[in-house]
């Protein structure tokens, strides 16, 4: 699945490791979530939206 | 750029927690390697005479190398541990502070294989890989220490399951799904090839260590790729 996760850390001149702590997972995760190698869980894609307080399907989309 | 960092990279490179990791363990097994050729040198020059001072040239530049190696391997500890680490979420530091008491316990299971050895094989240190394997019986006093940090690693690994997020919860299940797998061929496959007289019998420390690192590495290729 595609995601916006770099590009919104990136607005917001995040670090992974600052994200990762806002999120509280690790940094490799976020790394994952980014390059596509790992989907999130329902639970944690809700804490990226909030977080970035946008729509789930604004930041994750498997039509990208 | 990296996929690690997208802003404000670090200005200088630093080493991974693996690599850091890597040059501890190779500084201990060339510690402990020193210190066996030491030890098992002296054993031998022994038997066949008086010990001269070619013995004791070798074995000071031996001892020389290994107290290096012991140097290295406290300052290099001693950095590790004061190193200013990045912030983490609440979970994270349970899991980090989990793999610190992890590390601890294994050092005392290295400490109780190492008595073990001292025990059951006078210390030479080419025995070291038969003391693991060996049948011969042990301190009870050394085989309860052996069983509490065992138990103890149980218990901590529950916690640990409980505090890993989803990412490494991934890696875990990848991890033992290739682990299952690979232990299901290699002990079927093993014994239709002994039954074959193609191969030995079973041996189940081999199968042991084995599957172990077989799931080690799935679950580093898995976690960290």
Redesign the interface.
């Known amino acids: 699945m595609n995601n916006k996760l770099?590009v919104l850390?990136?607005m917001r001149?995040?670090?992974?490791?600052?994200l990762?702590?806002?999120?509280?997972?690790?940094?490799?995760?976020v790394?994952?979530?980014?390059?596509g190698?790992?989907d999130?869980?329902l639970p944690?894609a809700f804490r990226i939206a909030r977080l970035f307080a946008m729509p789930i399907e604004e930041i994750f989309d498997d039509q990208f | 750029m990296t996929n690690s960092e997208a802003t404000t990279p670090p200005a200088k490179p630093v080493r991974s927690a693996i690599g850091q990791s890597a040059v501890l363990v190779l500084l201990g097994v060339l510690l402990i390697f020193c210190i066996g050729t030491v030890l098992g040198y002296f054993a031998e020059v022994s038997k066949h005479g008086a010990v001269e001072i070619r013995d004791y040239v070798i074995g000071a530049a031996l001892l020389l190398v290994a107290a290096v190696c012991a140097w290295q391997l406290i300052s290099r500890t001693v950095q590790l541990v004061r190193k200013p680490r990045e912030k983490v979420g609440p979970s994270v530091l349970k899991v980090q502070r989990l793999w610190m008491f992890f590390i601890a316990l294994g050092l005392i299971l290295g400490a109780a294989v190492a008595l073990i050895n001292l025990e059951t094989t006078s210390g030479h240190p080419q025995d070291l890989v038969n003391t693991l394997y060996s049948s011969a019986p042990i301190s009870p006093v050394i085989a309860a220490v052996i069983l509490a940090a065992l138990a103890l690693t149980c218990i901590a690994s529950g916690f640990y399951y409980r505090y890993i997020d989803e990412h490494d919860r991934a890696a875990q299940e990848t991890a033992s799904l290739v682990a299952i797998n690979f232990y299901f061929a290699l002990v079927m496959g093993w014994f239709v090839a002994a039954k074959g007289g193609l191969a030995p019998p079973i041996d189940h420390g081999h199968v042991f260590i084995g599957v172990f690192v077989v799931w080690t590495a799935a679950w580093l290729w898995r976690r960290y790729r």
């Open positions: 770099k850390r990136a001149n995040w670090s992974q490791a600052e990762a702590e806002r999120l509280d997972v690790s940094r490799q995760a790394n994952a979530i980014e390059t190698k790992h999130p869980s944690l």
